[in-house]
């Protein structure tokens, strides 16, 4: 067994069979030992690096501390940091700091010190960390680029040819796709570490701008000098893979694709749209994981939790998730369906959907297409002759949907829909809008849940929060008295975040609600089409509470924090 393992066996960071695992992996794949006690996830890479930078002599790097300097990036191309797993950290007193994975051999610092002219003083750092920060530092798929770039300069005609090809009205030849696919699979890879929900691809006029969408929030992801050249192929070898038509590009286009990562399958959505510089790509990266969710796993409170359930347990009646666009509305319907199908298995289930955004087996799920007359009106009628229980409407759009709705649920079926409203009590009267009559609305509707995401706090690195306004202070006294809950120190978001968290302070998000049961009293108000101020005092009543309660009681648990809850609600 190797030095580091055992130290850390006898430092009691691993067991003697996991001793025995990472040691068998090692010897199997021919990594090192850190890399094996890495990838079985056995131990913490801060406490791993903290042993193995004792026991190598070499100084762990703290996160801070890897932001290289102009002079240091200059030092050291892109292509010898990926080779040795480095990255240049500062020119001092003529010497480079230089952060390495792994502890360098003699002879790799002999070879780093011929090929940059100047001796290295090595540092160590985690390997995601120093990945992280590398692409910062160079750009994403900055070797793949340049490798790219250098093939279209070999591949330009000379003067001559120029002539000759202009003749013909002929071009250079576009880069060679198997590079381009290499920085495709790039891309693709580091929005999958980030945990990223969507991919931006923008062109401008002078640059191309590549952002991730992660927990909600858009970051910019640094791209090498020269990426604005090839938008256009990187765009094309997406709508390869999509099977979209790559020779329009003055009209938008959808497509999807299904890939395998790490024994999961994702289903990506593609969509291009034509602007003044070129085509704008998004993509959303979907898991069919993530969205069957154990409805305790979505973040309802115990009573949320009992009230969704009870109505649930209903066997007719219209039960509405609200919010805006990425609330989080979806999951919650998948998991309240996937807790319909497990629980009890006499049930038919009917989902009519734009577009099915899994294929969930157990369901009979159909997709609209308003181009030949199939819309969530055209498909409802249908779907109550094939003897449903329970029916999924995607959306509820329009006046001709919601009265669908409304009539299935009053015919014996359990409807779930969707409807984008500011907060529960507003959904009554958005589908009185629409043209539902308030009587039939208020004997068929049961329940509206309210819901935005938030983030959640990294639970690795945050901080006991000291600068709570005085007017937070007394709001956050008031609800733990009224729940009588413990007032701990409220908790936020650290600074410079972690190798977990990838520096944001933020790991994951959790849902803040509002529940609305529809009891007697209210169904009289809504019946005479009461204004929603009188609704929602009526709601205050019977024991409703905005979503806003709801999040600041997660920051009392130390779930989230009053950033958030500012920003969502």
Same mark, same amino acid.
């Given at each position: 067994?190797?030095?580091?393992?055992?130290?850390?066996?006898?430092?009691?960071?691993?067991?003697?069979?996991?001793?025995?695992?990472?040691?068998?992996?090692?010897?199997?794949?021919?990594?090192?030992?850190?890399?094996?006690?890495?990838?079985?996830?056995?131990?913490?890479?801060?406490?791993?690096?903290?042993?193995?930078?004792?026991?190598?002599?070499?100084?762990?790097?703290?996160?801070?501390?890897?932001?290289?300097?102009?002079?240091?990036?200059?030092?050291?191309?892109?292509?010898?940091?990926?080779?040795?797993?480095?990255?240049?950290?500062?020119?001092?007193?003529?010497?480079?700091?230089?952060?390495?994975?792994?502890?360098?051999?003699?002879?790799?610092?002999?070879?780093?010190?011929?090929?940059?002219?100047?001796?290295?003083?090595?540092?160590?750092?985690?390997?995601?960390?120093?990945?992280?920060?590398?692409?910062?530092?160079?750009?994403?798929?900055?070797?793949?680029?340049?490798?790219?770039?250098?093939?279209?300069?070999?591949?330009?005609?000379?003067?001559?040819?120029?002539?000759?090809?202009?003749?013909?009205?002929?071009?250079?030849?576009?880069?060679?796709?198997?590079?381009?696919?290499?920085?495709?699979?790039?891309?693709?890879?580091?929005?999958?570490?980030?945990?990223?929900?969507?991919?931006?691809?923008?062109?401008?006029?002078?640059?191309?701008?590549?952002?991730?969408?992660v927990d909600g929030l858009l970051q910019e992801v640094p791209v090498?000098?020269?990426?604005?050249?090839?938008?256009?192929?990187?765009?094309?070898?997406?709508?390869?893979?999509?099977?979209?038509?790559?020779?329009?590009?003055?009209?938008?286009?959808?497509?999807?694709?299904?890939?395998?990562?790490?024994?999961?399958?994702?289903?990506?959505?593609?969509?291009?749209?034509?602007?003044?510089?070129?085509?704008?790509?998004?993509?959303?990266?979907?898991?069919?994981?993530?969205?069957?969710?154990?409805?305790?796993?979505?973040?309802?409170?115990?009573?949320?939790?009992?009230?969704?359930?009870?109505?649930?347990?209903?066997?007719?009646?219209?039960?509405?998730?609200?919010?805006?666009?990425?609330?989080?509305?979806?999951?919650?319907?998948?998991?309240?369906?996937?807790?319909?199908?497990?629980?009890?298995?006499?049930?038919?289930?009917?989902?009519?959907?734009?577009?099915?955004?899994?294929?969930?087996?157990?369901?009979?799920?159909?997709?609209?297409?308003?181009?030949?007359?199939?819309?969530?009106?055209?498909?409802?009628?249908?779907?109550?002759?094939?003897?449903?229980?329970?029916?999924?409407?995607?959306?509820?759009?329009?006046?001709?949907?919601?009265?669908?709705?409304?009539?299935?649920?009053?015919?014996?079926?359990?409807?779930?829909?969707?409807?984008?409203?500011?907060?529960?009590?507003?959904?009554?009267?958005?589908?009185?809008?629409?043209?539902?009559?308030? $009587?039939? +609305?208020?004997?068929? /509707?049961?329940? @509206?849940?309210?819901?935005?995401? #938030?983030? *959640?706090? %990294?639970?690795?690195?945050?901080?006991?929060?000291h600068q709570v306004s005085p007017l937070d202070a007394r709001e956050?006294?008031?609800?733990?008295?009224?729940?009588?809950?413990?007032?701990?120190?409220?908790?936020?978001?650290?600074?410079?975040?972690?190798?977990?968290?990838?520096?944001?302070?933020?790991?994951?998000?959790?849902?803040?609600?509002?529940?609305?049961?529809?009891?007697?009293?209210?169904?009289?108000?809504?019946?005479?089409?009461?204004?929603?101020?009188?609704?929602?005092?009526?709601?205050?009543?019977?024991?409703?509470?905005?979503?806003?309660? $709801?999040? +600041?009681?997660?920051? /009392?648990?130390? @779930?989230?924090?009053?950033?958030? #809850?500012? *920003?969502? %609600?």
């Amino acid at each position: 067994m190797t030095p580091l393992l055992d130290t850390l066996l006898k430092e009691g960071l691993l067991t003697p069979s996991q001793a025995q695992a990472a040691e068998n992996r090692r010897k199997r794949t021919g990594t090192s030992p850190e890399e094996a006690v890495l990838s079985l996830e056995f131990c913490s890479p801060e406490a791993l690096y903290a042993t193995l930078s004792r026991l190598s002599g070499l100084p762990l790097a703290r996160p801070e501390e890897l932001t290289p300097t102009p002079e240091a990036l200059e030092k050291m191309p892109q292509n010898l940091a990926t080779r040795y797993q480095a990255l240049p950290l500062s020119l001092k007193a003529g010497l480079l700091q230089v952060a390495f994975a792994h502890p360098p051999a003699p002879n790799i610092l002999e070879q780093l010190h011929l090929m940059l002219g100047v001796p290295c003083q090595p540092f160590l750092a985690p390997p995601a960390l120093l990945e992280a920060q590398r692409r910062k530092a160079y750009g994403l798929g900055a070797e793949k680029v340049q490798k790219i770039r250098t093939r279209i300069q070999e591949t330009l005609p000379s003067p001559r040819q120029k002539e000759e090809e202009e003749r013909q009205e002929t071009s250079p030849r576009p880069p060679e796709d198997s590079s381009v696919s290499g920085l495709v699979e790039d891309i693709l890879s580091a929005a999958f570490d980030a945990r990223a929900t969507d991919i931006h691809l923008e062109p401008f006029a002078q640059s191309l701008k590549l952002r991730f969408r992660v927990d909600g929030l858009l970051q910019e992801v640094p791209v090498p000098p020269g990426m604005e050249t090839l938008g256009d192929s990187i765009l094309a070898r997406i709508k390869v893979m999509a099977k979209m038509d790559i020779a329009e590009k003055r009209l938008p286009q959808d497509g999807r694709l299904q890939i395998l990562r790490q024994g999961t399958s994702w289903d990506i959505r593609v969509s291009t749209l034509p602007t003044r510089y070129g085509e704008s790509l998004c993509l959303r990266l979907l898991n069919a994981q993530t969205l069957l969710k154990d409805m305790g796993e979505l973040g309802l409170s115990p009573r949320h939790l009992e009230q969704v359930r009870r109505q649930m347990s209903r066997p007719s009646g219209l039960l509405l998730v609200t919010g805006p666009t990425g609330s989080g509305k979806t999951t919650t319907l998948y998991s309240i369906l996937a807790h319909l199908m497990e629980q009890r298995k006499d049930l038919k289930l009917i989902t009519v959907e734009d577009p099915v955004e899994y294929d969930i087996p157990g369901l009979t799920q159909v997709q609209t297409h308003g181009e030949i007359g199939l819309t969530f009106s055209v498909t409802l009628r249908s779907i109550l002759r094939h003897d449903p229980d329970v029916i999924l409407v995607g959306e509820i759009r329009d006046g001709e949907t919601a009265d669908m709705a409304i009539q299935a649920a009053m015919t014996g079926h359990l409807v779930l829909s969707t409807l984008h409203t500011r907060d529960a009590v507003g959904a009554i009267n958005r589908l009185i809008a629409m043209g539902v009559e308030p $009587d039939l +609305l208020a004997s068929s /509707l049961r329940m @509206v849940v309210a819901q935005r995401l #938030v983030r *959640r706090l %990294c639970p690795h690195c945050s901080l006991p929060d000291h600068q709570v306004s005085p007017l937070d202070a007394r709001e956050l006294a008031t609800l733990a008295k009224t729940l009588g809950l413990p007032r701990p120190a409220p908790r936020r978001a650290a600074p410079q975040g972690c190798i977990y968290c990838q520096g944001s302070g933020y790991l994951g998000r959790v849902g803040v609600y509002e529940i609305l049961e529809v009891q007697e009293k209210l169904e009289d108000l809504i019946s005479a089409h009461t204004p929603n101020s009188i609704l929602r005092e009526e709601a205050r009543q019977e024991g409703w509470f905005p979503y806003r309660q $709801d999040a +600041l009681e997660k920051v /009392l648990q130390g @779930v989230t924090d009053l950033s958030e #809850v500012h *920003r969502c %609600c």
